[in-house]
Every structure is written in structure tokens, then in C-alpha cells.
């Protein structure tokens, strides 16, 4: 039986507090903060966010070093990145994401490969900066036709003080002035990995656009130059948005990370508009670019059929007639498409409840995609999102959505435990508990091996990738916990 809205809110409210009873008064106390249920009127989510976890409660979040080499430059694919520190940093981040690129690895692109400077225990005592030099001229000989290099440091480089800033400016000046940038993002910094990303957006203001400083543009300006921004091409994700933005008539000269390269960086100064998709990632960079070359920023949303056709729209609101024609174009020209999309899915999905887990911006933007297929989501929340994030989640959630901040192990299991979702989307180290639990699953950090799921094209996928997870008949082989006893 359906409830009502004021049901769904005492509900809700009381799976929180089941949840923290189990907490002693403390730490209850403390997690109280991080919970709570939408009011449909309020300016924000009620939660507190972007506070360093409590110690022992199982948290999902990663580290500062996760932020900047497996989000922000890992992705650049021209550049060698350096995992400055024992092995275990680097190989845990190897290949993690599937950040899709054009090129040949190994030669002049080198995403999925993995560099590491080994720490050992002779190089916590007498430190790695000879270490780091030299392994500086070895990916010169080796990988001659890499135009850049980036170090990033691990835990134990900010605890021995190495000089990373020193070596890079050195083998800069050996190498003709070639782009070798440091990155101070050990682990313990900050309380998430969102602090990598900003620290990462930092080292890309410092040693590119400021080092660069009025380089002329390696190609013809035109009104039309728009950047990618914050789009890490999981499965082909900026591909699938680029084909829009070029059909309504823009020219992208720069997509970073995703398939971006060092060139692109230099070139996004040059742009007369940043378009925004991760806006916990890469906002800063955006900030700074504003002010200092005077290039706004617009966010954009290319999540379902309803939030592209808005995105173009809005983007093509800072340019003239052709450019809004151009996006009415394409709109009218994929419609059908995703008419039929919906009409084969959405009998199969309508009705059907979701709740999510996830980083970056997909707890809030891919919820008008679960809403285009008649889905519903009934609980929301981010790993490392800050206040704003919470602000702009409000335009997306409805009113008595169960809210939940860094939500520890044990809370999401009781909380799709009493819920009972048809499907929960979040992380890889969520997904076995709840496949095990009953319950269909969907890991919305890497699209589960799928996508892209942005754009036109990735609405395809994602509806199908949908009512794959929900309606396996594999599922009437197993019983969630709720069922037991029936």
C-alpha cells in the first residue's frame, strides 16, 4: 500500500533514529548531523557535510591523493603521472576508473599505465628526491613522446619533507622548460578525497595557466570555442556529449580530464565558455578562470533526455541565434529516439524506487534520468559533497527524500533494509552486500562496465542497464532479508 507523503516523512524519520541507536551517544550525536529527511520547502538538505568521518564507522570515502590522481590528472592522457610513495597507492589506483582515450598506450598516451617511485623503508629514512630524479630520466628515455609529468605524493612524502617542488623545477629547466608538475595530495590531507580535487585544480592554476602565461593559442580562436570541463569520459561519457555540442553548432577545443591532454589544458584559457559537468571537481579551476581571463562558466546536466534538452538550451543561452537554433535542432532530432527509449522502458521501470549512493555530482543529476523512465528516488547522498552540493541537490529531490552524508556500512544497509528499494546505485564496495542482500544492483561510479550514460546515446544504455539489473530473472533465485519469512 502506498504512503502518504506525511507516512514516508515519519517513516524516514525513524529509520534514522534506529539507525543511530545502535551508536554510542557520542558518536550517535555526531552522525545525527549527516541524516536527515527533505522538507520540500527548505533551502538546503538539512545535513551537515564535508566533516572528517568518525573513526570506526566504516566510511566509503577516499583519500586526497584519490582525488587528484584518480580524478583530476590521472586522466590527462599525454602526461605520465608518478604515484610518489610505496607501490600500494599507485597499483590501488591503477586503471580504476574507466577513463576511455584515444591513442596508443605506451607511446604517446599512458592512462592505464602505472608509475611509481616503490618507497622503500632505506627511502622514508634518507627520502626519495634522488629517487624521484631519477625516475624522471627514466620515463624520458623510455617514454619519449610524453609532453608532461605530474608527481603525486602519498602519505609519507608530507610526513619525510620531500622537496617535490624542487625536483620538479630542476628536471623542468634539464628538459627545456618541459611541463613537470608537482602535487602535494598525500592521503591524510583534508577529510575526503575532495580536497585532491581542489589541490589538483590548485597545481593546474600553478604550473600550467601561470607558467604558460600569455603563450599564444595553438589554433584560430572563433565565438564559438567552448571547453569541457570535469567530464572523466567514463565508458565514452564526453564523446557522447561533444557529438551534441557540435551538432548545435559549438567548436570544443578542450575536454580535460577525459581524453583531455596537456595541450587542451593550455588551450581552455582561450574558450568563451567552460562548460561544467563534475562541479565538485573542477568548480575551482572554473572560478579561477573566470577571474582571472574573464570566462564564464555554465553547469550542465547531460543525464536523460529531460536534463540534455535543458543543458543545450541553457548553454546556448550565452551565444546568438545560430547557436539556439543549433540546440533546437538537435533536440527535435533525438526526441523520437528517446521517445521510443522510453516507451520500450519505461512500462518495465515505472514505479520503481532507487536509492543512491555515489561522488561527484551523480547523486543529484541522475535523478531526471530515473525520473524520464517513471523511477523514483527515495533516498539520496554524496561521499564527499560540501554544502552547495546539498543546495543544488534540493532542485532535484522531492520532498521527504531520505537524505544521508558519508553514510557509514552499517547505515545504507539499514536503510535499504527498511526502505526497500528495487534497485540501489553506489560504489563498488557497496555493490556485493546488496547483491548478496537480494537486491539489484548498479555501480554508478564506472557505470558497472557499461556507458556511457551521458547524452542522447547514453540514455539508450543507461535505461537498458536499468531494467537489466532490476528485471534479471536472477533475482527470483535469492530472497532479500525483508522476504524471509514470507
Known amino acids: 500500500m502506498d504512503l502518504t507523503l506525511d507516512e514516508v516523512k515519519a517513516r524516514n524519520a525513524e529509520v534514522i533514529s534506529e539507525a543511530l541507536s545502535v551508536y554510542p551517544d557520542k558518536t550517535a550525536k555526531k552522525r545525527a548531523k549527516h541524516l536527515n529527511v527533505y522538507e520540500g520547502d527548505k533551502p538546503d538538505c538539512g545535513v551537515k557535510s564535508n566533516i572528517k568521518s ?22 590527462i592522457k599525454d602526461m605520465v603521472h608518478i604515484s610518489h610513495g610505496p607501490v600500494g597507492c599507485g597499483q590501488y589506483s591503477w586503471a580504476a576508473r574507466r577513463n576511455y582515450y584515444i591513442g596508443v598506450t605506451g607511446v604517446d598516451t599512458f592512462v592505464t599505465m602505472q608509475f611509481t617511485s616503490d618507497f622503500q623503508e632505506k627511502d622514508i629514512v634518507f627520502g626519495g628526491d634522488k629517487k624521484l630524479d631519477k625516475i624522471v630520466d627514466e620515463i624520458q628515455k623510455l617514454f619519449p613522446l610524453n609532453h608532461g609529468i605530474t608527481i603525486q605524493s602519498e602519505c609519507p612524502i608530507g610526513l619525510i619533507g620531500d622537496d617535490i617542488e624542487a625536483v620538479a623545477k630542476k628536471k623542468s629547466k634539464e ?11 598525500e592521503g591524510f590531507r583534508g577529510v575526503s578525497q575532495s580536497l585532491g580535487h581542489h589541490i589538483a585544480n590548485d597545481a593546474v592554476r600553478d604550473w600550467v595557466f601561470e607558467k604558460g602565461g600569455d603563450k599564444p593559442p595553438l589554433f584560430e580562436s572563433t565565438p564559438y570555442d567552448v571547453a569541457i570541463i570535469g567530464d572523466y569520459n567514463i565508458g565514452g561519457d564526453a564523446w557522447s556529449s561533444r557529438i551534441l555540442l557540435e551538432e548545435m553548432g559549438l567548436r570544443v577545443v578542450a575536454q580535460w580530464s577525459g581524453d583531455g591532454s596537456l595541450a587542451e589544458l593550455e588551450n581552455t584559457p582561450k574558450a568563451k565558455l567552460n562548460i561544467l ?14 577571474e582571472k581571463f574573464g570566462i564564464p562558466w555554465v553547469e550542465y546536466n547531460f543525464f536523460g533526455p529531460s536534463k540534455v534538452a535543458e543543458s543545450l538550451r541553457t548553454i546556448a543561452s550565452h551565444f546568438d541565434d545560430r547557436i539556439k537554433e543549433g540546440a533546437e535542432r538537435v ?5 523520437p529516439l528517446m521517445d521510443a527509449v522510453i516507451a520500450k522502458y519505461k512500462p518495465r521501470l515505472e514505479g520503481k524506487k532507487v536509492m543512491l549512493y555515489v561522488g561527484g555530482l551523480r547523486p543529484r ?11 523514483e528516488v527515495i533516498g539520496t547522498g554524496y561521499e564527499f559533497g560540501h554544502n552547495d552540493d546539498y543546495q543544488r541537490t534540493t532542485h532535484y529531490v522531492k520532498d521527504g527524500t531520505l537524505i544521508y552524508d558519508d553514510v557509514t556500512g552499517y547505515e545504507f544497509e539499514k536503510f535499504v533494509d527498511r ?7 553506489s560504489g563498488i564496495k557497496e555493490k556485493y552486500v546488496f547483491q548478496k542482500m537480494g537486491v539489484p544492483f548498479r555501480q554508478m561510479h564506472s557505470w558497472d562496465y557499461s556507458g556511457p550514460y551521458h547524452g542522447y546515446d547514453g540514455f539508450a544504455i543507461f535505461a537498458r542497464d536499468m531494467d537489466m539489473a532490476i528485471n534479471n530473472p536472477v533475482w527470483g533465485l535469492t530472497r532479500a532479508p525483508w522476504s524471509a519469512g514470507q
Open 54 to 75: 568518525v573513526p570506526g564507522v566504516m566510511t566509503i570515502r577516499g583519500c586526497a591523493y584519490a582525488g587528484s590522481k584518480g580524478v583530476v590528472w590521472g586522466p
Open 175 to 185: 628538459y627545456d622548460g618541459k611541463t613537470i608538475v608537482p602535487v602535494r595530495c
Open 277 to 290: 559537468h563534475c562541479y565538485r571537481s573542477m568548480n575551482y579551476i572554473s572560478r579561477y578562470m573566470e
Open 331 to 335: 533536440i527535435a532530432k533525438y526526441q
Open 365 to 375: 543529476h541522475v535523478i531526471g534520468a530515473y525520473e524520464d523512465l517513471g523511477m
Open 419 to 425: 526502505l526497500q528499494p528495487d534497485l540501489v546505485g
